[in-house]
């Protein structure tokens, strides 16, 4: 009996059969259910980074260049290694502690020192050299130097004592140095002038004897 071939198996014949058909791609396809980098994170769950542990939702944002916690923001002022910047209007490299911005980067005119106690005069912030017995604390350290008034007359020598404020009117100092014996409080300018061999008001000389 002759051997004959159905249609189908002629077909797979002319065809070339099996060994033609393309090969099965059996490569993983990625769902975004994979945490290559081992820290819990899948990029379906939004991890940005799936190469670097250190890098999900969740982790402080810090100030490197880079999105740390995957919220599409890079370097945000809120960073947990933000610095703290002031505006500094005098230019005197000292800036005004009200104005504060907290940033990665500083704005401009800003400056991360915030000890300026008058940011609108150049020749006071802190480190200034203190004008005695002015009423400004060019040093913005609260206080002034004032004159030492030793016998508490109102009047003082030229040696300078520190004050925990600026009126120069607490007893032992003066604003001014004038006194020309600071052992005696009744010896000052303005002082009655007796007749009595000393200089009482500080004039230069005694009053003359009569």
């Given at each position: ?28 396809v ?18 940005c ?32 290694d ?20 907290v ?95 000393r ?12």
């Amino acid at each position: 009996m002759p051997f004959a071939l159905t249609s189908a198996a002629l077909l797979t014949l002319l065809l070339g059969g099996c060994d033609d058909e393309p090969p099965v791609d059996d490569t993983p396809v990625d769902t975004g259910l994979s945490d290559a980098d081992g820290d819990s994170w899948t990029v379906a769950g939004g991890d940005c980074d799936d190469t670097d542990p250190s890098i999900h939702p969740g982790v402080d944002e810090r100030c490197n260049g880079r999105d740390d916690d995957c919220d599409g923001s890079v370097d945000e002022d809120d960073a947990v290694d933000a610095t703290a910047w002031y505006a500094d209007a005098d230019g005197d490299e000292y800036g005004d502690p009200a104005t504060l911005s907290v940033g990665c980067t500083s704005p401009e005119a800003y400056i991360a020192d915030g000890t300026d106690c008058d940011d609108a005069d150049p020749s006071i912030h802190p480190g200034a050299e203190e004008v005695v017995a002015d009423g400004v604390d060019q040093d913005c350290d609260g206080g002034e130097l004032c004159y030492q008034d030793t016998d508490w007359d109102g009047y003082g020598t030229s040696v300078t004592v520190a004050s925990p404020d600026l009126d120069c009117a607490d007893p032992g100092e003066a604003q001014f140095y004038t006194d020309c014996d600071d052992g005696d409080a009744l010896v000052h300018p303005g002082a009655a002038e007796d007749c009595n061999g000393r200089d009482d008001d500080c004039s230069g000389g005694p009053a003359p004897e009569e």
